[in-house]
């Protein structure tokens, strides 16, 4: 018999014969603050969390459920719930069904039968997902949706609970907690041990121990087990109950009295003192990790049958009926009553739409646009005062690192939403000084300087775009974002795509990277890879070739994530943050003047930029390779006759393959230059459209760099494209090579 069954089985007979498992606890309900009714109704959410699990299984059995990852044995978060208020921001383990159907008792409207089994069979009436994945979340009972999460909602958590003050400060337009909310986070034993999971105890204990205020609720939900390997005992307590600025409080998820109890005494602790608190609730896990796991591969039959004898259901009614507050027929009555209620609904759903076209599967990928207060902008006066004696030099050409800081002034003085956060952006001003003077004119509380991790820096970003920020967290080097993709490709971009776009998280991530460094270089300050960010669907990538486009690419950055919710990559080539010079040295030909706010043409997502009109050749290309083919074409024009244009795509993701089409359409020949390696480079891309959409009368190459890493010393660009090589690579394409 299946162990889902078998489970099913032992709850009748043993409530029938009242052979109920010896208490765990000695907490009382009326000690605990709770009533008969309140019993009662964590019991009912305990149940359909039960029997939902049961019915997805069948469902799966007849073809028509897609995820068995049940809740079974973590039942005790039903009281978890209760002690919290709906509008604490809960991010949830995946195995918190009963949570969510507890937490919906305390909205008017709410139907979590429903609505949860409308997500087994993946129907596009599925409120929270609209049929793309298994998920927990609702918009109504703030819950943003985690899918199978192995520790990667940590991070976020921590930003949304740091959100939490700074938005009683600056009050932004979109905020959504209360001023007395805390955040809640849930995972399991096993997921504690990731890097991410451990980062993020890490970070709130660094945070707390500051005093700077930070409600977060952390709850383990210990079952012992991950999948197949086993907890040590005692692990968790062991590595968790002294941690520094981080309360710890134990409690048996098995016990829904002393569960509600600790977790009501833990958020009282979250919710007074402003500080982070960590509920270890000690579980069972039942059936196996998923439908298809056989745990006796792994666990003896004693074991699992340990397991299945401490069901907390068992707990619940030993609980209820002991303390006189229903029958053991009554709870008999309730159990089975929502397993068929749970029967007949699902009956329903089966029939409900279900996803069908491309279009339809990636309708939320991009997030909807929402309305924004008008950014009026500051005072003269107070502009003058902010910039201080920069003001005297505004209207002189400046380099690109520069004008990017004035940008970042500027914006910043117009949405006070706008938060930076990253490693040494602070007094320092970051490495390249980009945010130099910025912590002096707004304060800690909008340039933050962070710790050194890269999950916690766009953990906190992502945390704080939950609560209407708009955080520009700054990576320092591309080579550092490694450590911590999963934040954009797992959290931060399926955010809008598993919510059906009810819940975002826009942010512009500044990234220092490319190539061309000169005196401080090797692999790590000279990554030239943007793969991990262009195979992401929906995130806009921009790379701006110098100071003039970059301002004007930051703003509609900004604008991008302010007033669409996008999640938008801003890479800065690291070699051009100083450029002065383009052909000779103090020609001045890569400064600019800074053109404030209102000023100039602005450059929206799509537009690319375009220098000469020549027909013999165009040049496709970004970034330094913009910056390189300008070089190029004074010789080639000066030299050979070669009349051609260069074409700067601005944006990498999306590609704006029209505008390239048409821009290329006039020319005889087309020469790609990409700085990046060549597998995996926006070259492979561009060929690929070029060979798709242009006729064969047309010549096509490229030129990237190759397939290695970049060395430290005169060896830095050996790899890399470089003025000459455009040049011969030109040549060669129009017939023109000697």
């Not at 004035?406 to 956060?421: I, R, Y």
Request: hydrophobic share 40%; aromatic share 6%; glycine share 8%.
């Amino acid at each position: 018999m299946d162990r889902a069954e078998i489970v099913h089985e032992n709850f009748l007979k043993r409530v029938s014969g009242s052979d109920f498992p010896s208490p765990v606890s000695h907490v009382l309900p009326a000690e605990a603050g709770l009533t008969p009714e309140h019993l009662v109704g964590m019991f009912r959410s305990q149940v359909l969390s039960r029997q939902l699990d049961r019915t997805s299984r069948k469902l799966q059995a007849r073809g028509e459920g897609f995820y068995t990852i049940g809740s079974s044995g973590h039942e005790g978060n039903a009281a978890v719930a209760a002690a919290l208020r709906p509008g604490d921001m809960a991010f949830l383990h995946y195995r918190d069904a009963a949570f969510q159907i507890q937490r919906s008792t305390q909205v008017a409207g709410q139907t979590p039968a429903w609505d949860m089994l409308l997500s087994f069979v993946a129907s596009s009436d599925d409120p929270i997902s609209g049929g793309r994945h298994k998920v927990l979340g609702s918009r109504a009972l703030s819950i943003p949706p985690q899918t199978s999460t192995i520790a990667s909602h940590l991070p976020k958590a921590v930003g949304a609970a740091y959100s939490v003050g700074l938005a009683k400060r600056l009050k932004p337009q979109h905020r959504k907690l209360p001023e007395d909310a805390i955040v809640h986070c849930s995972f399991g034993d096993a997921s504690a041990n990731h890097s991410t999971a451990q980062g993020a105890f890490n970070t709130a204990s660094w945070t707390a121990y500051q005093g700077i205020p930070l409600p977060l609720l952390f709850v383990c939900e210990d079952n012992g087990i991950g999948i197949s390997t086993k907890t040590p005992g005692g692990w968790i307590e062991a590595t968790m109950a002294q941690r520094p600025a981080l309360k710890y409080f134990r409690c048996s998820g098995l016990d829904m009295v002393e569960t509600y109890d600790a977790a009501r005494r833990a958020a009282e602790f979250v919710r007074q003192r402003k500080k982070p608190a960590f509920l270890h609730m000690t579980t069972v896990r039942l059936y196996g990790h998923a439908g298809s796991d056989m745990q006796t591969a792994y666990m003896t039959r004693d074991e699992v049958e340990a397991d299945e004898a401490n069901d907390p259901l068992l707990h619940s009614a030993r609980i209820l009926t002991e303390a006189g507050v229903i029958s053991r027929d009554e709870v008999l009555s309730i159990y089975s009553g929502i397993g068929e209620r749970c029967d007949r609904v699902a009956e329903k759903v089966i029939s409900r739409p279900k996803l069908q076209s491309p279009k339809e599967v990636m309708a939320s990928l991009v997030p909807p646009k929402r309305s924004c207060r008008p950014g009026n902008g500051p005072s003269v006066e107070r502009r003058q005062a902010l910039f201080g004696s920069d003001a005297n030099v505004l209207d002189k050409p400046q380099h690109m690192a520069r004008l990017l800081n004035w940008a970042l002034t500027d914006l910043m003085m117009e949405h006070d939403e706008v938060v930076l956060a990253g490693e040494d952006i602070g007094p320092k001003g970051g490495v390249y000084n980009v945010t130099s003077k910025l912590h002096q004119r707004f304060g800690a509380h909008r340039v933050i300087n962070t710790l050194l991790d890269e999950q916690s820096i766009l953990g906190l970003a992502i945390g704080l775009a939950h609560n209407g920020f708009v955080p520009i967290p700054e990576i320092q080097f591309l080579a550092y974002l490694h450590n911590a993709e999963d934040q954009v490709r797992g959290e931060a971009a399926t955010l809008s795509f598993f919510s059906n776009g009810q819940f975002t998280n826009p942010m512009v991530i500044r990234i220092a990277g490319l190539g061309y460094q000169k005196g401080f270089g090797g692999h790590f300050h000279n990554d030239n890879s943007l793969a991990v960010l262009r195979d992401i669907p929906g995130v806009v990538v921009a790379c701006p070739s110098n100071g003039a486009d970059g301002v004007h690419m930051l703003r509609e950055c900004v604008r991008l994530a302010r007033e669409e919710q996008r999640v938008v990559a801003f890479v800065e080539p690291i070699a051009l943050y100083m450029s002065r010079d383009l052909h000779g040295e103090k020609d001045g030909l890569w400064t600019f003047p800074y053109e404030p706010p209102g000023t100039g043409d602005p450059i929206r997502l799509g537009d690319i930029g375009q220098y000469g009109e020549g027909t013999d050749l165009a040049i496709v290309t970004y970034g330094n390779g913009y910056f390189l083919s300008r070089q190029a074409e004074r010789i080639l024009f000066e030299d050979q006759g070669l009349k051609l244009r260069i074409i700067d795509l601005r944006w990498l993701a999306p590609l704006s393959e029209e505008a390239i089409l048409e821009a290329v359409a006039p020319c005889g020949s087309v020469l790609v230059v990409d700085e990046c390696r060549t597998t995996g480079s926006q070259s492979e891309a561009l060929m690929a459209l070029l060979a798709e959409h242009t006729g064969p009368g047309k010549n096509i190459a490229r030129i990237a760099a190759d397939d290695s890493f970049i060395p430290l010393g005169r060896a830095a660009t050996a790899t890399l494209p470089s003025r000459d090589s455009i040049v011969a690579a030109a040549l060669a394409l129009t017939g023109r090579a000697s």
